[in-house]
Nanobody
Framework: QVQLVESGGGLVQTGGSLKLACAASGRTFSAYAMGWFRQAPGKEREFVARISAGGSLTSYTDSAKGRFTISRDSAKNTVYLQMSSLKPEDTAVYYC?????????????????WGQGTQVTVSS
């Protein structure tokens, strides 16, 4: 069992930056690929970024490329999402997710564990 707790969300102006963190419980953090999804009001939950269990492979949705960076710190059992050049369309609840036995996922239901989400609001 893995528990994920996100933090770092908040209100920021267009063009600003935020760094989200997701702390994972358990001793098998390094066995999980980790990722971030987001869900805006009235929209489906969408993939944002993922990082492999070993940390060497990353992938981003097109709208996040060049602006967001995912990373992980195995010593702290934490995965991060550094977001810069934020836009109003980035406004959403951001969810951390974990998947075991595969470094690939693109859909939220491919993951094994979820956090409770953290709100990111970008004002225009």
């Amino acid at each position: 069992q893995v528990q994920l707790v996100e933090s770092g969300g908040g209100l920021v102006q267009t063009g600003g930056s935020l760094k989200l963190a997701c702390a994972a419980s358990g001793r098998t953090f390094s066995a999980y690929a980790m990722g971030w999804f987001r869900q805006a009001p009235g929209k489906e939950r969408e993939f944002v970024a993922r990082i492999s269990a070993g940390g060497s492979l990353t992938s981003y949705t097109d709208s996040a490329k060049g602006r967001f960076t995912i990373s992980r710190d195995s010593a702290k059992n934490t995965v991060y999402l550094q977001m810069s050049s934020l836009k109003p369309e980035d406004t959403a609840v951001y969810y951390c997710a974990a998947r075991r036995r595969s470094n690939y996922f693109r859909q939220w239901n491919e993951c094994d564990y979820w956090g409770q989400g953290t709100q990111v609001t970008v004002s225009s």
